[in-house]
Each structure stands twice: as structure tokens, then as C-alpha cells.
């Protein structure tokens, strides 16, 4: 797992501890740049993020101009489960507060795009404007249960 922290997750916690789950920790703007790049089709990105930290190890470390950088290689994945709250039936989507992050950035990135939304509207529901990733990305809608948890 390539992750920016394990967060509250005891079982993620359990199995890292136990051996059972390699976990790479990558700095969460780092993890972010290598996922757009994986969307972008470049080969990585170059940050001092990192640098003479654990972050660091077995990494190749590129001098530019004097300053030493680490290469971070792109990141893509073949399934992406993404949080919208709205699309349209095209799979257009909009985003609320912090799903602006990296949902978009994982839309781009990733074979198979699965999105859970809030609502559902027709085509033409939707202001070109608000439309943060476009239903050409999107493989999959699925509408969030109602009177369940409120997802953001």
C-alpha cells in the first residue's frame, strides 16, 4: 500500500505491524503529484520532499542546478472508487469541500472509475462550470443509499 498515513484504521495498523502489508509512506503532496503525473502519462516527479528521511530509502536521488531531488515515480491504478455528490447521467461529476483533493487526480489516473454519488441529475443538469471531472473518465455511477451515512 502507498499511502500518506494509516490514519485511525487499527486493522490497516494490525497487518502493517504484523508483516502481512508492505505499506510505502509517500508525504500526502507527493502522493498527490504522482498520482496527476500517473493521469498526466509522465514518468515522475522531482521533490525535495523527503530528502535524508526514511522517505528517502531506495529511492534515486537526482541533482538539477546543484539541488538534489528525489524521484518519485507516477502512480497509477487500475480501479479508482471515487466520492462525488452529484453526476449527471454521463457520468459528469461535481465535488464538495475536501473530495476536490484527489478524487479528480485518481479519475485521471485510473483504468476502471467507479464513482459514488449523492444525487443523480439529467443531462443538462449541470453547469459546464461545476463540472469537475468529466463523464469521459467516469466508467461507473453508483447512487450512495439513502438515510445512510452522509458522505462529503
Excluded at 538539477?64 to 461529476?93: C, F, M, P, S
Excluded at 479528480?104 to 453547469?127: K, W
Excluded at 462550470?129 to 439513502?146: F, Q, R, S, W
Aim: proline fraction near 5%; aromatic fraction near 4%; include cysteine.
Amino acid at each position: 500500500m502507498i499511502t500518506s498515513h494509516i490514519g485511525t484504521n487499527p486493522e490497516t495498523g494490525r497487518q502493517m505491524m504484523a508483516g502481512e502489508l508492505e505499506v510505502e509512506f509517500s508525504p500526502q503532496g507527493t502522493l498527490a503529484e504522482r498520482i496527476r503525473c500517473g493521469g498526466a502519462g509522465l514518468g515522475g516527479v522531482l521533490t525535495p520532499t523527503g530528502l535524508g528521511t526514511t522517505v528517502a530509502e531506495g529511492k534515486e536521488v537526482v541533482t538539477v542546478q546543484g539541488q538534489e531531488y528525489l524521484l518519485e515515480t507516477a502512480l497509477h491504478g487500475e480501479v479508482a472508487l471515487i466520492k462525488a455528490w452529484k453526476a449527471d447521467e454521463r457520468g459528469n461529476l461535481v465535488y464538495r469541500h475536501t473530495s476536490h483533493n484527489y478524487n479528480p487526480l485518481c479519475a485521471m489516473a485510473a483504468d476502471l472509475v467507479i464513482a459514488e454519488v449523492e444525487e443523480v441529475v439529467p443531462v443538462g443538469g449541470l453547469l459546464p462550470d461545476e463540472i469537475d471531472t468529466p463523464g469521459a473518465l467516469v466508467d461507473m455511477v453508483v447512487l450512495a443509499p439513502k438515510g445512510g451515512e452522509k458522505h462529503e
